[in-house]
């Protein structure tokens, strides 16, 4: 037996260890009877907010929680039995009763009596308790970041986070899976706050499939981030928030969905919370096909002879089928009332199937036209290992405390490929190629908060970051004059890629009057080492060191409350993706070829924004200008060679000169009836790239990059509520054009549709969706060079839809910790943020 089978074993055993226990606590919540009741004080008046615990004296399974409302009324649902029964407010002495429950109905009142030393029992001064609503707005905006919740988000249920994201204000997603903000692809992944194993090595598009929508609580979009995050990724920040029940008792739900292209998947979200105790258990699998067109027509300039290719059109088709599973599991316990550490681990397997094929058709001035045909099979299996581990500690009630994690994570990627390749029905090649990549990473933090007077707090911190990536390349081939495989050795390679971080940050916010403000400053001490040999005897070798310092400040001015002005500026850094450092990373298409760079270097940003927000109960407004400046830009260069009588199209990142982004960034809510609510955003923004690029080797010139324009990102989803039980959405999405001199890229849209409905008394929900109704997502470009042009389309996936079913189960109430004073300036992530996988 295999690696790969004893994962599969494992990881399908765990998955239904999950439903297992999600049957089992069914089984639960349908022998339960309901019951209600009030707690009130020595007066017979109701004490709202009060705590009232159910503890099964047979089997503390059955035990449960819930608070009253603010009639001092509460219900709960119970399996019958014996309980004893504890009523607690603030303010109020503890109250512990006995009491058989044996059918559903009124229990009565419970009576609880004031602690001696109360002085003031009104309901305001009640804080210990608090009870957690669903917000009734998508979208917010802080200081620091905008939150976006796709809980009410109907078009993308029964999808995966790339789903989510194409949804999310100021994000887009492009048709091949990469994601931008603002028009700039160099955005940062975390989940939960930090970098993760679960988005696999540089982030691929997979990863973004592999991830349910149904356990995703939250994304924050972070477009300009303090010194407090890291200060990867010039575009921002997207930090994926996994979800971890709060709620007392147990509880879950689980989901499950149909569609086509053919897709099938389970997931399952278990927690349990219980004194000072909590775990969660989330799993889920599924299966999906995918469809992905590329063309490519392009036009020579230089034919002289009767052999020279005047036209070539190039049509890439590639089917895929795969299949993906994940648990994860956690515990957080309290020691004590101000310390608590937690524990949690997660597996991710995404397996998949692929059949490509690739049609060339070559036309010559004075010749026949020719035919060929290119054949790929391939397979991928991906296995992620992240394990987390945490203590916060509370020094004082006052907001005074420190945070340590560690998290340990692997990556390990298999990519197999076969390739034959005929031209007019006569055999010409054959590829083996096999691919072997390794990631293995530590990040360890500390972060510490102190609390200075009424509206000030200092926060510190330190992180490490610790990565390697061992990629193992092969390529064997065989043609039809040399029949006997042999390895091509400029492909063939062992590659090792190192890198180091070690950051420090300071961080004081305040206020004065109506004036927030926000001053941080972080350093960034980074070490990259990498190691190449192929096959052919090339070494490379390559370190790279840098220590960068990164202001940010960021400022608010309240005009009233929920309406005020924000002002901001940070400096960021882009550190090239390993594979883009990596020589000759791949080969699956001796035409068009991806070149790495071992002498790409950083690119730089200063990014300001000025904003304005004002939030009342029924709408959100925040448009925000946005200016970008970035030294070292890295652009994709396109370049022609000939190679065995046959044009081979080259493309490489290259280090080009500065690149300027300006805007206006509007998001929006609106409740504007009781039926409709509005959700848009749009992106109006220009653009200027100066520079160019040579290479004597393989270019005749310069190539020039300069070009500047204008351009339109633009969503709206509209919601619409035919009553308790039933909504549907509409949601449209525009890209507009963009020109540099070497390429035009046209104008795309997309129409997507969902629908949802409330069943089983609110226990369970049915949603349907159908994703670009129309057929349009695709993009189209056109790119110039001195001798040729080329015209592409891409289309990633076609049109597709879902059917999904969810069962909610012993939903209990959520209880937070007590209050704290409300921070001005709070930021519950960053590299602070400590929720366990």
Known sequence: MNQTEIINIFTKKTLGLTFVLSAAALA?????????????????????????????????????????DEKGQYTLELTPGNYDISIEAIDYKKAVVNKQIAAAGNIGAFSIEPEASATNLKTQD????????????????????????????????????????????????????????????????????KPSA????????????????????????????????????????????????????????????????????????????????????NGGGGYRESKNTNRNTNWFNNAVAATDETYTDQESITKSKSNNYNASGGLTFDITDRTSVNASGTVRTFDSENDGRINYLYQYLNTPDAFRQR???????????????????????????????????????????????QSNNIFLLQDDISQKTVNKSIVGKADYELPIGEASKLEAGYRLDVNNNDYNNMVLESTATNPIQTYLGNYSYNAIYKEMFNAFYLQFKSK?????????????????DIDYLNLNGLGKTQTKNYNNLFPSVFLSYDIAKDNQFLVNYSRRIDRPRSFFLIPNPSYSDNQNIFDGNIDLNPSYVDSYEFGYSISKKSFTINPTLYYRHSTDDVKMLVYRTNENDLPVFHTKPVN????????????????ATKWLRLMGNLDLFGYKTTGSYYDATVMDKPMSFEGSG???????????????TFNFQLQGFYRGGQKTQSQDRKDMYAINFGASKTVLDGNGTISFNIQDIFNTRAMRSTTY??????????????????????????????????????DINSNAAGDDQQAPM
């Open 710 to 724: 204008f351009s339109t990102r633009a969503r709206l989803t509209s919601t619409f509520k035919i009553d308790k």
């Open 512 to 528: 004065i009057g109506k004036l927030g403000y926000q001053l941080g400053l972080r350093d960034e001490i980074s070490k990259i």
């Open 375 to 421: 054949l790929n099979t391939g397979s991928n299996n991906n296995l992620a290992f992240q394990g987390d581990f945490g203590l916060d500690h509370k020094f004082d009630d006052k907001g005074q405390n420190i945070s340590l994690s560690l998290s340990i994570q692997r990556n390990r990627s298999y990519n197999d490929t076969d390739v034959n390749d």
């Open 28 to 68: 639960f919540a349908q022998e339960k009877v309901g019951i209600s009741g009030t707690v009130v004080n020595k007066n017979n008046q109701p004490v709202p907010y009060a705590s009232v615990t159910f503890s099964n004296k047979a089997n503390k399974l059955l035990s449960d929680a819930t608070l009253t």
């Open 126 to 193: 009640i804080q210990a308790v608090v009870i957690t609503a669903p917000s009734t707005k998508p979208y917010k905006v802080e200081l620091d970041k905008r939150t976006y919740d796709p809980s009410q988000d109907i078009v993308s249920r029964g999808g995966n986070l790339q789903d989510v994201l194409s949804n999310v204000p100021s994000v887009s997603v492009d048709t091949d899976g990469t994601v931008s903000m603002r028009g700039s692809s160099n955005v940062k992944f975390l989940i939960n706050g």
């Open 656 to 671: 080009l000169g500065t690149d300027d982004r300006y805007g206006l960034d509007f998001n929006f809510n609106w409740d």
């Open 785 to 822: 060079s001195a001798d040729f042009t080329r015209d592409s389309y891409m289309q990633w996936q076609p049109r597709q839809f879902a059917l999904s079913f969810t069962y909610r189960f012993k939903q209990g109430e959520k209880i937070d910790q007590p209050k704290r004073k409300k």
């Open 198 to 281: 679960l988005l696999g090595i540089d982030d691929g598009a997979n990863a973004l499939q592999s991830i349910p929508a149904d356990q995703i609580e939250r994304i924050e979009v972070i477009t300009n981030p303090s010194s407090k995050f890291e200060a990867s990724g010039t575009a921002g920040i997207l930090n994926i928030i996994l979800k971890k029940n709060k709620k007392m008792g147990f509880n879950g739900s689980v989901t499950g969905t149909l569609g086509y292209l053919p897709q099938t998947n389970m997931n399952t979200n278990l927690s349990w919370r219980k004194g000072k105790f909590t775990w969660f258990l």
